[in-house]
């Protein structure tokens, strides 16, 4: 065996304040009243969700905002069970990618609404192409956690 | 393409937990090591340029000024190019651009990370903004899991074959792994080992996925003329490539990873390569996942897209198959991210200049390198072979 070096035990923390903008404000003020906001450019006519104040493709502005539906269709998932330092989800949980209805682009966020403790449970009811409804927590704070993840419909 | 630029020397760390050095020392083993490999001296290199994750991997920032030492960096220009994942694929770029310019004779270039001092995870998801991806990504394995189950449902492909597939790979590198002097990870594992271990983030499981690594790796690049004046066995840059996509992973397909379908072409069309699978001898493929390497086969054109696992299960891409893919064990058995992808351009000189040793694909003559990073947004490719 190798000699044992000595290894120093250390932190950094940093406090920041982040500017959400005028178009993340609004998307957030969005989520504390139940609705999902996107932007929608008039270059390539694709309706863009979270809201954003361009198009990454056309680079212009999307100043067009459109409240989009809270039901839409899986894309992919994943099951996460694992866990690391200052992780924001409580695992496990189901991460997801979801075309919600009417939208051009996937958005990012949760699946449940039911037992995912269970792996394989889980495996037999998540399927791609399934039809999703967005649940929205009681208590809202213009947070993307307001709406809580989506259930199956 | 500018002037001509070929790559003289490889250096490497023994990879894998080095808490026995500080990190200074690990990035001067790779620097000594190249010293060694090409025969030059600190006095002959005329710029550096290094590379790493985000500095929360390890909790000090800006490395290239903490290794200026090191990297014997001290009164000449140095760079740092950070790309994630595809770091070291950018940091032999910015190499290859630097000479092929004319700016520079002779460039080291040195890749490093030290994911055993910090918490490889919660770095990566640090890539995310807070606002909203960062909540759902869970790290490298969640959002690579996320591609691959898009990817096998896209193309209809049975669970139990791609299961298959990925187990063959998992056993393949793993005793590849055994025939390289600097891997991290040498364990013999089989099929059922693979299959049967502990899901990490579905469909991925534990043998799909690389290690937490230590290890740096170092690489000369030089002109025509320096290349000429030394007189040793040089490998050419033939091609490079790189590519990105927008930065919400929901924005771009990751299924037919356009990034990376467009980052091959770019080096395929500069180094006249028309088909993948018959023109190049071996290729190092950033593969820290098994399911995501089928996918990058499909990219890069080694195959059509969807028919990647049926020719994983033929041996089309094992060390004695039509095109050997990762024969040093590549990122699934070793993975100081930072260093990970200039490794992957490493071990393609090392093949086309034949001295990769056990490893070695015979008559090896044109070698493809890889690296992929950020939250599944970029792809990076080199392209080197023996003649110039
Ligand atoms: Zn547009």
């Not at chain 1, 504390?32 to 450019?41: D, P, Q, R, V």
């Not at chain 2, 994750?53 to 000024?65: I, R």
């Not at chain 2, 490093?112 to 998801?125: C, R, V, Y």
């Not at chain 2, 990376?260 to 071996?282: C, E, H, S």
Request: charged residues 25%.
């Amino acid at each position: 065996m190798s000699k044992e070096y000595k290894t120093l035990m250390t932190e950094i923390r940093l406090p920041y304040e982040l500017a959400y903008g005028p178009v993340w404000t609004r998307f957030f003020e969005g989520m504390a009243e139940k609705k999902i906001f996107g932007t929608k450019c008039t270059k390539c006519g694709r309706i863009l969700v979270p809201a954003r104040s361009f198009c990454p493709r056309c680079f212009i502005d999307t100043d067009e905002w459109v409240e989009v539906a809270q039901t839409g269709t899986l894309t992919a998932w994943s099951y996460v069970n694992y866990r690391y330092y200052g992780m924001p989800t409580e695992p496990p949980f189901i991460s997801a990618l979801l075309r919600l209805d009417g939208t051009d682009v996937d958005f990012l966020h949760l699946i449940g609404g039911f037992d995912v403790s269970d792996f394989e449970k889980t495996r037999k009811m998540v399927k791609n192409g399934m039809r999703l409804k967005a649940v929205w927590s009681d208590d809202r704070k213009a947070h993307i956690m307001d709406l809580k993840y989506f259930k199956p419909a | 393409m500018g002037r001509p630029v070929g790559i003289i020397g490889v250096g490497q760390t023994k990879h894998g937990r080095r808490m026995d050095v500080a990190y200074p020392e690990l990035v001067r083993e790779a620097v000594l090591r190249v010293f060694e490999d090409s025969g030059l001296e600190p006095s002959d290199i005329d710029g550096v340029v290094s590379g790493t994750m985000p500095s929360m991997m390890e909790g000090v920032a800006l490395t290239h000024f903490y290794f200026a030492d090191a990297m014997q960096a001290v009164g000449k220009p140095i760079l740092k190019t950070e790309t994630c994942g595809s770091t070291g694929v950018s940091i032999a770029h910015t190499a290859y651009y630097w000479v092929a310019s004319g700016m520079a004779d002779v460039v080291l270039a040195v890749g490093h990370e030290k994911m055993n001092e910090g918490d490889a995870q919660a770095t990566m998801t640090t890539v995310a903004e807070p606002f909203y991806q960062r909540y759902f990504i869970a790290g490298a394995p969640g959002v690579f899991s996320m591609q691959s189950q898009m990817w096998a449902d896209r193309y209809g492909i049975p669970e139990a074959k791609i299961r298959d597939a990925a187990a063959h790979i998992s056993v393949e590198h793993h005793n590849a792994a055994f025939e390289n002097p600097y891997a991290h990870v040498k364990i013999r594992v089989t099929a059922d080992d693979v299959k049967n271990s502990r899901v990490i983030t579905y469909p991925v499981r534990l043998l799909d996925v690389c290690p937490t690594s230590d290890g740096a790796c170092a690489m000369i690049f030089v002109s025509q003329n320096k290349a000429k004046k030394l007189g040793r066995k040089t490998a050419w840059v033939k091609g490079v490539g790189y590519r990105g996509e927008e930065y919400f992973f929901g924005d771009s397909d990751k299924g037919l990873w356009q990034g990376a379908v467009l980052a091959a072409k770019q080096a395929y069309d500069q180094a006249g390569i028309k088909n993948p699978r018959k023109d190049l001898d071996v290729a190092e493929v950033y593969n820290p996942f098994t399911f995501q390497e089928m996918l990058f086969y499909e990219c890069f054109g080694f195959c059509e897209p969807g028919g990647a696992p049926d020719m994983v299960l033929k041996g089309t891409f094992d060390k004695k198959g039509q095109l050997p893919c990762d024969p040093s064990g590549g990122v699934l058995c070793t993975n100081p991210i930072g260093a990970t992808g200039l490794i992957r351009v490493a071990e393609a000189v090392l093949q086309v200049t034949g001295k990769a040793g056990e490893h070695q694909i015979p008559k090896a003559k044109t070698a493809f390198s890889h690296a992929m990073g950020g939250v599944d947004q970029f792809n990076g490719v080199m392209i080197v072979g023996s003649e110039l």
